[in-house]
């Protein structure tokens, strides 16, 4: 059973700061892929961003520059640290990981609200 549980959701001010955390435990061997994704009012579940087992990084162009995804492959742990936050940034945030033979699990999610 693999988990992921998620916290650092919150709420802040315009221009603030957030980390977003998420903890992957369970019968996993390797994590190729760990990623963030959210949810906005009125719109599809959107990808963040995503990070490697080789730590190589990819955003979304609405938050490149202001989020910063990384990890820690000992504790199996991916981080999302949000600066310079806007109102559109709100939502739901979801973990996402995708194992070595292609499985995909989901965190519940974490409220991430900014306001104006």
């Known amino acids: 059973q693999v988990q992921l549980v998620e916290s650092g959701g919150g709420l802040v001010q315009a221009g603030g700061s957030l980390r977003l955390s998420c903890a992957v435990s369970?019968?996993?061997?390797?994590?190729?892929?760990m990623a963030w994704y959210r949810q906005t009012p009125g719109k599809q579940r959107e990808l963040v961003a995503t990070v490697t087992s080789g730590s190589n990084t990819n955003y979304a162009d609405s938050v490149k520059g202001r989020f910063t995804i990384s990890r820690d492959k000992v504790m199996n742990t991916v981080y999302l640290r949000m600066d310079s936050l806007k109102p559109e940034d709100t939502g739901v945030y979801y973990c996402?990981?995708?194992?070595?033979?292609?499985?995909?699990?989901w965190g519940q999610g974490t409220q991430v609200t900014v306001s104006s």
């Open positions: 369970g019968s996993i061997f390797s994590i190729p892929t």
């Open positions: 996402y990981i995708r194992n070595e033979v292609g499985y995909t699990y």
